[in-house]
T-cell receptor
Framework: DTGVSQDPRHKITKRGQNVTFRCDPI?????LYWYRQTLGQGPEFLTY????????KSRLLSDRFSAERPKGSFSTLEIQRTEQGDSAMYLC?????????FGPGTRLTVL | QKEVEQDPGPLSVPEGAIVSLNCTYS??????FMWYRQYSRKGPELLMY????GNKEDGRFTAQVDKSSKYISLFIRDSQPSDSATYLC??????????FGAGTQVVVTP
């Protein structure tokens, strides 16, 4: 399978714990995006990398959130001190030019 | 006011009917227009991608863009029960990030 992959697919955690998600983009896609989707809403942009450089961050991305793409390949999204409001589907997408292809998402539940 | 407005539905149609979906937007900076299909608890799947005003057809799907009215549409001909899903419109700005509508839930009944 050469599509975007995300790990884990599901994560249940207790409030206050830290969690980390991984995204592996389509090979040779230089752009990587993170989005968050809550029930009944469309995905909302969080942040964007071109190669290893993080070029834009949404104001939705509080200081508890950090994302990295150290070698311009896979990316990680970490949430520190999780809150119940962080419960959502976290989606990763990659692109080479204009079309963005999404992974299956990581569903986070914060108890 | 949201930058992208999309009726959440649900939209229920009988099998074989034409499904008509639309979105309006307010930001003239949007340059690219996409439609994604999302099944429950899955990631969005790219269906159609357009740049200019006009029509684009791909099999049973037709996408229309009217930049002067800031209005885009997706038509699905000969709808099938397997088309039951949530359809998301998305608009891309010059930086590349997508702005999505809330999604329209479509149910095609046999």
């Amino acid at each position: 399978d050469t599509g975007v992959s995300q790990d884990p697919r599901h994560k249940i955690t207790k409030r206050g714990q830290n969690v980390t998600f991984r995204c592996d983009p389509i090979s040779e896609h230089n752009r990587l995006y993170w989005y968050r989707q809550t029930l009944g809403q469309g995905p909302e942009f969080l942040t964007y990398f071109q190669n290893e450089a993080q070029l834009e961050k949404s104001r939705l991305l509080s200081d508890r959130f950090s994302a990295e793409r150290p070698k311009g390949s896979f990316s990680t999204l970490e949430i520190q001190r999780t809150e119940q409001g962080d419960s959502a589907m976290y989606l990763c997408a990659s692109s080479f030019q204009d079309e963005q292809f999404f992974g299956p998402g990581t569903r986070l539940t914060v108890l | 006011q949201k930058e992208v407005e999309q009726d959440p539905g649900p939209l229920s149609v009988p099998e074989g009917a034409i499904v008509s979906l639309n979105c309006t937007y307010s930001n003239s900076a949007f340059q690219y227009f996409m439609w994604y299909r999302q099944y429950s608890r899955k990631g969005p799947e790219l269906l159609m991608y357009t740049y200019s005003s006009g029509n684009k057809e791909d099999g049973r799907f037709t996408a229309q863009v009217d930049k002067s009215s800031k209005y885009i549409s997706l038509f699905i001909r000969d709808s099938q029960p397997s088309d039951s899903a949530t359809y998301l419109c998305a608009m891309r700005d010059s930086w590349g990030k997508l702005q999505f509508g809330a999604g329209t839930q479509v149910v095609v009944t046999p």
